[in-house]
């Protein structure tokens, strides 16, 4: 009989390609992710390909949770920067899951393991809780930076137009008032 750990090894490649697929159709521009594997032209694809795939490897080997962080980090990075809530971001780890048992549900060698599922699927949701973790700490830095910004007058060179464009606005509306 194949152990759960030998059954997801001999689906990986069919559990990673509908994993990714799925966490790549939550962007907007999904078909040019799918469809570009340059990881200079895509780097959001390409990037996400390499941490989920490093992720499944990770929860199907040897599970050390420092090694899980960098591979993490590259996926829930990405979507913390764009405009995802707290749940979205997240929800592909946790999809993971349901991969798995969708996966397994369809081949009868495998069916009967989806009731051995418990340890993987505690293993995942850990994995979701440092996700989140990592998120929320993107996040905050991101607004810690927004305020920086704010403060230094720093905002006036990332958020305006370019310098000509305000000095001839701003001519403009001296010119109009008199």
């Not at 591979?71 to 946790?94: E, G, K, M, W, Y």
Request: with cysteine; aromatic share 8%.
């Amino acid at each position: 009989m194949t152990s759960l750990i030998e059954a997801l090894q001999k689906k990986k490649k069919e559990i990673l390609f509908i994993w990714i697929d799925r966490t790549l159709d939550s962007y907007v521009s999904s078909g040019f992710f799918k469809k570009s594997r340059d990881k200079f032209a895509n780097p959001v694809g390409a990037n996400i390909r390499e941490g989920l795939s490093r992720i499944f490897e990770l929860l199907i080997g040897d599970k050390d949770q420092k090694e899980m962080v960098k591979p993490l980090d590259q996926v829930i990075r990405i979507r913390a920067v764009q405009d995802f809530s707290p749940a979205q971001a997240v929800a592909p780890i946790l999809e993971l899951k349901w991969v798995v048992k969708q996966v397994f549900a369809t081949d009868k060698a495998t069916r009967p393991m989806l009731s051995e599922m418990d340890s993987f699927d505690c293993d995942v949701d850990r994995l979701a809780l440092t996700a989140f973790d990592m998120y929320m700490n993107c996040r905050e830095q991101l607004y810690k930076n927004r305020v920086r910004e704010l403060k230094s007058g720093r905002y006036i060179l990332t958020d305006s137009a370019c310098a000509s464009a305000l000095i001839k606005k701003n001519q403009q509306e001296i010119t109009r008032l008199h």
